[in-house]
């Protein structure tokens, strides 16, 4: 399977635990995507990376989110000290230089207790 | 501000054409997206159309776009129960940041 690809697909953590989710896109695509995603709406944005470098931050993403692609392939999504209304599906996304094509995970869902 | 505004609900008979409609309220969007969300997964892309086009083709799938009223519609032809989904229309400006839609729950019926 050649898709984007995230893990886990659903944790469960307590409030005020951190938790990371790693997101590995399609070979060759240089721009990766994190959007958010909760009940009954759709899609917002979060960030966004070409290559290595992070290039646009949502308001959303609060200072409790870091997002990092060190090497400019994989990417990880970090929540600390989580709260109830962090629970959402996090979706992973990436495309291809001159692409107009965004390939999308199956996502995380993240459930804050 | 940027906004994308879609009808909750449609519920067609297996075999009958669907109509899912959108407006959105950015006039420099550039790509229009329509993707499709079933239980528990993630987005499936299934076309889109550029701001300069009026109607897109693809086997089952028509998009039309009016850019004068910032109207898409999607059209599925022959509507099968694995339509039944949740489909998403977006707009973007420059492909980078995708604003979607609350999404249309299609439910098709024997």
């Known amino acids: 399977d050649t898709g984007v690809s995230q893990d886990p697909r659903h944790k469960i953590t307590k409030r005020g635990q951190n938790v990371t989710f790693r997101c590995d896109p399609i070979?060759?695509?240089?721009?990766l995507y994190w959007y958010r995603q909760t009940l009954g709406q759709g899609p917002e944005f979060l960030t966004y990376?070409?290559?290595?470098?992070?290039?646009?931050k949502s308001r959303l993403l609060s200072d409790r989110f870091s997002a990092e692609r060190p090497k400019g392939s994989f990417s990880t999504l970090e929540i600390q000290r989580t709260e109830q209304g962090d629970s959402a599906m996090y979706l992973c996304?990436?495309?291809?230089?001159?692409?107009?094509?965004?390939?999308f995970g199956s996502g995380t869902q993240l459930s804050v207790l | 501000g940027e906004d994308v505004e879609q009808s909750l609900f449609l519920s067609v008979r297996e075999g009958d054409s669907s109509v899912i409609n959108c407006t959105y309220t950015d006039s420099s969007s550039t790509y229009l997206y329509w993707y499709k969300q079933e239980p528990g997964a993630g987005l499936q892309l299934l076309t889109y159309?550029?701001?300069?086009?009026d109607m897109k083709q693809d086997q089952r799938l028509t998009v039309l776009l009016n850019k004068k009223d910032k109207h898409l519609s999607l059209r599925i032809a022959d509507t099968q129960t694995g339509d039944s989904a949740i489909y998403f229309c977006a707009e973007s400006m420059d492909t980078d940041k995708l604003i979607f839609g609350t999404g249309t729950r299609l439910q098709v019926f024997p």
């Open positions: 990376f070409q290559n290595e470098a992070q290039l646009e």
């Open positions: 996304a990436s495309r291809g230089p001159g692409d107009e094509k965004l390939f």
């Open positions: 159309i550029f701001s300069n086009m």
């Open positions: 070979s060759e695509h240089n721009r």
